[in-house]
């Protein structure tokens, strides 16, 4: 009896301790729907169902959600690689800096500045596929409330910025072409309210995507290459991330 007492505390105790490391951020009802709406919108790419993932500033997963009806309808794939590019983001941005996966595209090729970055910080795969699959995308998906880790280098990754300009946590979506993954973050994470971005490497200093890639070679050291469809055209009419006034 009293070992059965000592795990439901240890559970308790856990519950807690990720509910105050989650605290503030949007719950998984709150990505859910954030992400539905962005996706139904012209992001330029396949029109496919979306993954999303949030985490902490620690890197704690704290919502993992998923668009469409039916399970299947979304690349399995993705799931993990939504994790893997919110942890990026938020692992490599600062209270102010931003660097979106976008921006590290180019720099982490060989030759570029960050090379080597992408095998940094392994996926914990005991954290990535254990549980039952049958609870993925749902509230109670098993990476929530665990460190996942991962770096993911192309579009889709965004660190979180509160209205004071303090930096979160990290949103990744994948599902969709990079460049269109792109997109649906961007308009995801401003639906969410949590796009106060207070520097970055992009022209509009943000983490914008930056589409100056001429053959092979980017022109600031950031940019991203173009997807086949009009995933650039769309991204040059997203609204701008929001400046914290002082």
Sequence with gaps: MSKVITILAFLVASLYAQ????????????????????????NGGFNLEMWGTIVDRSGTVCAVAMTGENKGAQWPGSRVISAQKANTANAFSLPGLALSTANLYSAVQPGGSLFGLQESNPVDTKVAYKGDAKKFGSKNDPMVGERIGGVNVFGGGLALYNTKGEIVGGLGVSGDSSCADHNIAWKTRASLNLDYVPAGVS?????QIIYDVTNGKSAGGFGHVVCAGKEKDIAAKLTAAKKVTK
Excluded: F, M, N, Q
């Excluded at 509910?19 to 012209?42: I, N, V, Y």
């Design 203 to 207: 022209a509009s200093k943000d983490d």
């Design 19 to 42: 509910a105050k490391t989650c605290e503030g951020l949007p719950s998984h009802e709150d990505l859910r729907k954030a992400l539905t709406e962005a996706r139904k919108t012209d």
